[in-house]
C-alpha cells in the first residue's frame, strides 16, 4: 500500500450529524450540524509486531478504528491521511513536509476538522493548527468528545466532564494583549510584564491575567466535580453494602468495545439494555440478577468497553464505574471471536485488567459472534491445540444475537464462581418475618411448605451464605437437617 493519502470507500461517507470538539468548564454545544473530518494515522517501522505483519500495519488497523470512533461522534469521513516514519517529529508529529501534504488533502476535501489517530502535546497541536489553519484534535479528545455524547447518568457526566478539564487545563494559552486586562497593540513580544520593548508606555498591563483566571476557574471547577464524585462514591458504596446483606455473587463482563456485551448481557438477563453498533454507545454500568443452573442467583454487570489507548484520565475518572469490576467474583472477558485481531484486542483488555488490579481474578473467556463463523473457523477454535483451550476448560462459544451457547455459559458460569455450598435446612417461620420468608424463596429452592398456626414450616435448599447471614440457624425446626447437597 502506497504512503501518503489513503480514500475511503463510498460506504463509509455516511452523513452524520451532531460533533462536538470545544471543551468548556460546564456544558459543551455542538459546533455544527455535521463535520467533515480528514484522518491522520502514523505507523512506526520499528514498532513491535507480529512475525509476518508489515511495518505500520498496527497503525493502518488503529486508523480504520479511529475511522468507526469518528463515525460514532458523528463526524462525516472526508478522507485519511496515512505515513509510516522511524519516529516522531516533537515540533509537528509528522514533519513539515507531511503538514503541507496535510493542509492541502484537507482544502481539496473541504475538511475543516483534522483529526489525529494519536496523543498530541500541547505544542504539537497548536503549530499543526498553525501550520493547517485547520482546528485538530487528538485520539484522547474524540473518545472524550464520545464519552461526553453518550453519559446519561449524573455521575457520568461529572466523570467525563473531570477528564475534559483536566485534558483542556494544560492546553490554555495566551496570546498577546487579547489575554492582558489591559488592551492595545505593543510593538512586539506581546503585553504587559517586566521588560518589555518600545513601543508599550501606556500598555504594560499584569501579565495573562485572564490565563491565570482561567486556569484557576478550571481548578476550582475540578475540585468541586472532585468532590462530586467522591460523594457519589460513598453513595454507591452504601448501596453495595446494602447488597452484600442478601450475598449475591458478582459477575462483570469486560472485553473491547463493540466486543457485544450488552447484546450477551441481554441474553443473559433478559433485559433491554440498549444495543448498537457504535462505539461506546452504553457508558453507565446495568447489573441485573441472573439464576443459575444450580438454582443460585448471582448479580451480572454490564460496563463500558475498553479501547487501545484508552486515555489515563479517564481511566481514573470512571474508577468509581470500574468498581463494580473490581468488586466482582468471576469476570467475562468477551471477544469478538469474528474479529480477525481479536487476540491483539484482548491483550489491550488484559493491559487495562491489569491497571484496575484485578488480574487476579477468576476468569471466563467467552468468544462471542460465533454465528458470523463458517464451519472451518469453529472447527479450528474447537481444536485442542487452539489458543485457551487449556484454560478453565477453554473459551465458551456463544452468540449474543441467536442465543446460541448461552446455556452452556450459564452452566460454565456456575462451576466459576467461588463455591457456596448448598445446605438442606427445616425452618419454622413466624409469618411476620415476611423479609426472611421472601428471601428464601428468591434465593433458594423450597422442597415443602405449609402453614402451622402463626408459622411457616419449610423445608430448603439454600447456598450456606444465605442461610449465616440469614440467620437462619435460630428459626431451626427439629430434626433440622443440614447436609450438603451432591
Do not use: C
Request: net charge positive.
Amino acid at each position: 500500500m502506497a504512503l501518503g493519502e489513503e480514500t475511503l470507500s463510498p460506504s463509509w461517507l455516511v452523513p452524520l450529524t451532531g460533533f462536538r470538539t470545544d471543551f468548556v468548564t460546564k456544558t459543551s454545544q455542538p459546533v455544527s450540524t455535521a463535520d467533515r473530518a480528514l484522518l491522520v494515522g502514523l505507523g512506526w517501522k520499528r514498532a513491535p509486531r507480529f512475525p509476518g505483519m508489515p511495518a505500520g500495519e498496527q497503525g493502518r488497523e488503529s486508523l480504520l478504528e479511529l475511522v468507526e470512533l469518528a463515525r460514532s461522534a458523528g463526524a462525516e469521513i472526508a478522507g485519511t491521511v496515512f505515513q509510516v516514519r522511524e519516529s516522531a517529529d516533537p515540533a509537528t508529529l509528522v514533519g513539515r513536509g507531511k503538514l503541507d501534504e496535510i493542509r492541502a488533502e484537507a482544502t481539496a476535501h473541504k475538511a475543516p476538522l483534522i483529526i489525529f489517530d494519536s496523543n498530541l502535546s500541547p505544542m504539537q497541536q497548536r503549530n499543526i493548527e498553525a501550520a493547517t489553519e485547520r482546528r485538530v484534535i487528538d485520539r484522547t479528545q474524540l473518545i472524550l468528545d464520545i464519552f461526553a455524547r453518550h453519559a446519561r447518568s449524573r455521575e457520568g457526566q461529572l466523570q467525563v466532564e473531570l477528564a475534559q478539564l483536566n485534558y483542556m487545563l494544560p492546553r490554555l494559552t495566551g496570546k498577546g494583549a487579547s489575554m492582558s486586562r489591559l488592551g492595545g497593540k505593543s510593538g512586539g513580544g506581546g503585553s504587559g510584564g517586566a521588560g518589555g520593548g518600545a513601543g508599550r508606555i501606556g500598555v504594560r498591563g499584569p501579565g495573562e491575567k485572564k490565563l491565570e483566571t482561567d486556569r484557576r476557574r478550571i481548578r476550582d471547577r475540578v475540585g468541586k466535580i472532585q468532590k462530586s464524585i467522591e460523594d457519589i462514591r460513598k453513595q454507591r458504596a452504601l448501596r453495595r453494602e446494602a447488597r452484600s446483606a442478601v450475598p449475591l455473587g458478582t459477575i462483570a463482563l469486560v472485553g473491547y468495545t463493540n466486543a457485544g456485551k450488552s447484546t450477551l448481557f441481554n441474553a443473559l438477563s433478559r433485559a433491554e439494555v440498549l444495543v448498537s453498533s457504535r462505539m461506546f454507545a452504553t457508558l453507565d454500568p446495568t447489573i441485573r440478577a441472573v439464576r443459575l443452573p444450580s438454582n443460585r442467583r448471582v448479580l451480572v454487570s454490564d460496563t463500558v468497553g475498553f479501547i487501545r489507548d484508552l486515555p489515563k484520565g479517564l481511566l481514573t475518572a470512571f474508577r468509581a464505574t470500574l468498581e463494580e469490576v473490581q468488586e466482582s467474583a468471576l469476570i467475562l472477558h468477551v471477544s469478538d471471536v469474528s474479529n480477525p485481531h481479536h487476540a491483539e484486542l484482548d491483550e489491550e483488555v488484559d493491559k487495562i485488567s491489569n491497571d484496575l488490579g484485578v488480574a487476579d481474578r477468576p476468569k471466563l473467556r467467552v468468544f462471542n459472534k460465533v454465528d458470523r463463523l463458517t464451519e472451518e473457523q469453529r472447527a479450528l477454535l474447537n481444536h485442542p491445540n487452539a489458543k485457551g483451550s487449556g484454560t478453565n476448560g477453554g473459551p465458551v462459544l456463544v452468540s449474543g444475537l441467536t442465543g446460541e451457547g448461552v446455556e452452556e455459559l450459564l452452566r460454565r458460569m456456575d462451576l466459576a464462581l467461588p463455591v457456596d455450598p448448598v445446605v438442606t435446612v427445616s425452618l419454622r417461620l413466624p409469618l411476620a418475618e415476611g423479609r426472611t420468608l421472601a428471601l428464601v424463596h428468591a434465593l433458594g429452592r423450597v422442597l415443602h411448605s405449609e402453614v402451622q398456626d402463626s408459622h411457616m414450616l419449610l423445608e430448603a435448599e439454600v447456598p450456606v451464605s444465605i442461610a449465616r447471614k440469614l440467620k437462619l440457624s435460630s428459626f431451626a425446626n427439629d430434626g433440622t437437617s443440614k447436609r450438603v447437597r451432591a
